[in-house]
C-alpha cells in the first residue's frame, strides 16, 4: 500500500512512522510513506495556502489551488486510483470497518487542514471519503490522519505477527475483547480466575466468550444492537 499525506507539519508524523508497527511495516514492504508539504504546491509569491472567507467571518479557508495540484501531483505517479481523504469533524465517524475497507485499497492520500476550514469545492469535487475520528475538535487533522493510518496499516498482510493476530480485537468480532492476565497468579492478594490456571482450554474459550459478551453488554451496550448473537450465546444470557 501506499500513503501519501498533505500536511503543512510533516515532521508532526516522523516519531510515529518511525517507530514499532508502523517502522516494521515499511521495513517489511508492507507500506510506503510520502509525506508532502502542500505549501510547495502553492502557486503565488508567498505560497500562501488560505485566504479570507468570501461572505466573512473569522478564521481563514484552505485555498483549492494547492491541495488540487498536490493531488493532481500524486494521482500522476500512480498506477491506481487513489482513496482521497480528508480528515475534518463534519466526516463520517471513523470504525473498526472502515479501517478493514481501507486496508483493501492500493494507495490513499489524505489531506490534513490545520486551523482552518477548507473550501467546500475541495469536498465537493476532489475527495472521495471525509473522515471524523470522534466527537470533538482537533487543532487539524493530522492526528486523525495517523489515528486513520496507524488502524490500517497493522491489518495489511505480515504486519503483526500470527500472535497479535487482528482476528480477536475488540470491534473485528463486534464485541470487547475479554480479559486479560498474566504472571503471577495471585499479585497483592488481587487473584487471577482460577479458570485460566485450569489447563481446560473448553472451559477457558467459554469463560473468555461469555466475558467478551458481558463486557460489551455493560461498557457498549450499543454495539449489541447490531450484533448477531449465537444460539450460545443467547443461552448464556437466559441463565
Ligand atoms: N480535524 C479536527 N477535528 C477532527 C476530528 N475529530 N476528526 C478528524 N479530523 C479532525
Known sequence: MKIDVLTLFPTMFTGVFNESILKRAQEKGAVTFQLVNFREF??????TVDDYPYGGGAGMVLKPQPIFDAVDHLTKQSDHRPRIILLCPQGERYTQKKAE???????????CGHY????ER????????????????LTGGELAAMVVIDSVV???PGVLGNEHSPVHDS????????PHYTRPADFRGMKVPDVLLSGNHRLIEEWRQKQSLR????RRPDLLETYELTE???KWIEQ
Open 215 to 218: 463486557r460489551t453488554w455493560l
Open 42 to 47: 502553492a502557486d503565488n509569491k508567498h505560497q
Open 154 to 156: 497493522r491489518l495489511l
Open 122 to 137: 475541495i469536498r465537493e469535487h476532489l475527495v472521495t471519503d471525509e473522515i471524523s475520528i470522534g466527537d470533538y475538535v
Open 232 to 234: 450460545q450465546q443467547k
Open 101 to 111: 475497507e481501507l486496508a483493501k485499497e492500493q494507495h490513499i492520500i489524505f489531506i
Open 171 to 178: 470491534y473485528s468480532s463486534g464485541l470487547l475483547e475479554h
Open 116 to 119: 482552518e476550514g477548507y473550501d
